[in-house]
C-alpha cells in the first residue's frame, strides 16, 4: 500500500510559478511510474506528466511544467512556471506499480487526495 500526500498549492497570479511535492509512504517510490493529474470543476481528471524510465508530458503544459523526483527523500515535484486562469485545479499525484507508463487514470494504483492551484488573472 502506498500513500500519497500532495503540497504546495495555493493562490497566485498569471504569469506566477508553483511548486508542488507529493510525498509517499509505505513503499519505495523508485519502483513506481508516478504522474500528476489535476481536475478543474465539471471536467474529467486531466493527465499533465510522467516520470520513469523517462518523462512525458501532455501538450497544454510541456515547455511549462517540470516533473521531477527524488527517490532518496520519496518526493515527487511538479514545477509549475507561467501559469494561467485554466491552470485552476485541484491536482492530483499518482503512482503506478506497472513499469509501462500510462496518461489514463485507469492505469494508477494510488492517489493522493489533490491540492487546490488557483491562478488569479
Known amino acids: 500500500q502506498v500513500q500519497l500526500v500532495e503540497s504546495g498549492g495555493g493562490l497566485v497570479q498569471a504569469g506566477g510559478s508553483l511548486r508542488l511535492s507529493c510525498v509517499a509512504s509505505?513503499?519505495?517510490?523508485?519502483?513506481?511510474?508516478m504522474a500528476w493529474f489535476r481536475q478543474a470543476p465539471g471536467k474529467e481528471r486531466e493527465f499533465l506528466a510522467w516520470?520513469?524510465?523517462?518523462?512525458y508530458y501532455a501538450d497544454s503544459v510541456k515547455g511549462r511544467f517540470t516533473i521531477s523526483r527524488d527517490n532518496a527523500k520519496n518526493t515527487v515535484y511538479l514545477q509549475m512556471n507561467s501559469l494561467k486562469p485554466e491552470d485552476t485545479a485541484v491536482y492530483y499525484c499518482?503512482?503506478?506499480?506497472?513499469?509501462?507508463?500510462?496518461?489514463?487514470?485507469?492505469?494508477?494504483?494510488?492517489w493522493g487526495q489533490g491540492t487546490q492551484v488557483t491562478v488569479s488573472s
Open positions: 509505505g513503499r519505495t517510490l523508485s519502483n513506481y511510474v
Open positions: 499518482a503512482a503506478d506499480r506497472s513499469p509501462l507508463a500510462s496518461s489514463s487514470t485507469k492505469a494508477y494504483d494510488y
Open positions: 516520470s520513469g524510465a523517462n518523462t
